[in-house]
C-alpha cells in the first residue's frame, strides 16, 4: 500500500544548530509534497508546497532562508530548520499528494535545547 | 481553517459509546484524508477518500464531494481512541485542515 514515511520521529538540538528532516514516499509517486508546522493552538501552519518541476512556494512568514527544501524526485523531500531557536520547537510534517493519493508522515517532533 | 469546517471541537465518550466527526468544505475537494494525533503527539493515518465510504474495524469514514462533507464515525470507542482527530482536504493542489476535534473517552 501506499505511505509516508517520516524521519526522525523525535529531535532534539541545541539552540542555534540546524537539523535536517525527510520524508519518503513508498507506493506511490509524490508529485507534491507540502511541509508544515503545528502551531500551539494545535492547527497546521502551511510553511511551503514542494511540486516536482516547479519552484518551492513559501507561504508568508516561512522563507528558504531559514526552511531550505529538497524535492528532488517523486519519492523524496527533504526540510531543514536552519538556526533553530525555541520558537522553532514543535511537531512539523509533511504531507504528500500524488495523482489518487495524500497521505501524511507521523511528523518529526523538534525540541530545541 | 477557512475552507474547512469541522465539528465538533470537542468530544467525550465513554468506553463502548459512539459518536461522528464532520468536516463541511466551502470549497469543492478532491480528496480527504482523516489522521488521529494521539495522547504522545504521534500522528496515525486513518483513511484517505477520493469518494465513497471505507471502513477500518471501528472506524468508518465517508466522504461526499458534491455534497462537501465528510464524516468519520467510531464506534465502541476504547481508551486508546483518546485524541485529536484531524480532517484535511485537497483541492487544486493544496492541502486545508480541519481545526481538530479533541476525543476523550472515558471508562
Known amino acids: 500500500g501506499a505511505l509516508v514515511y517520516q524521519y526522525p520521529r523525535r529531535t532534539i538540538c541545541k539552540s542555534g544548530t540546524s537539523m535536517r528532516m525527510e520524508c519518503q514516499a513508498v507506493?506511490?509517486?509524490?508529485?507534491?509534497v507540502a511541509w508544515y508546522r503545528q502551531s500551539p493552538q494545535k492547527t497546521f501552519e502551511l510553511i511551503a508546497l514542494s511540486t516536482v518541476n516547479s519552484a518551492i512556494k513559501y507561504e508568508q512568514n516561512f522563507t528558504q532562508e531559514k526552511f531550505p527544501i529538497s524535492h528532488p524526485n517523486l519519492s523524496f523531500s527533504s526540510m531543514t530548520v536552519l538556526n533553530a531557536y525555541l520558537e522553532d520547537r514543535g511537531l512539523y510534517l509533511c504531507g504528500a499528494s500524488g495523482a489518487e493519493t495524500l497521505y501524511f508522515g507521523s511528523g518529526t517532533r523538534l525540541t530545541v535545547l | 481553517g477557512d475552507q474547512v469546517e469541522q465539528s465538533p471541537s470537542a468530544l467525550s465518550l465513554h468506553e463502548g459509546t459512539g459518536s461522528a466527526l464532520r468536516c463541511n468544505f466551502t470549497t469543492t475537494m478532491r480528496a480527504v484524508q482523516w489522521f488521529q494525533q494521539n495522547s504522545r503527539g504521534s500522528l496515525i493515518n486513518l483513511f484517505y477518500l477520493a469518494s465513497g465510504t471505507k471502513e477500518n474495524g471501528r472506524l468508518k469514514s465517508t466522504f461526499n464531494s458534491k455534497e462537501s462533507y465528510s464524516t468519520l464515525h467510531i464506534r465502541d470507542a476504547q481508551l486508546e481512541d483518546s485524541g485529536t482527530y484531524f480532517c484535511?482536504?485537497?483541492?487544486?493542489?493544496?492541502?486545508?485542515f480541519g481545526d481538530g476535534t479533541q476525543l476523550v473517552v472515558k471508562p
Open positions: 484535511a482536504a485537497e483541492s487544486n493542489n493544496r492541502i486545508f
Open positions: 507506493g506511490f509517486q509524490a508529485t507534491s
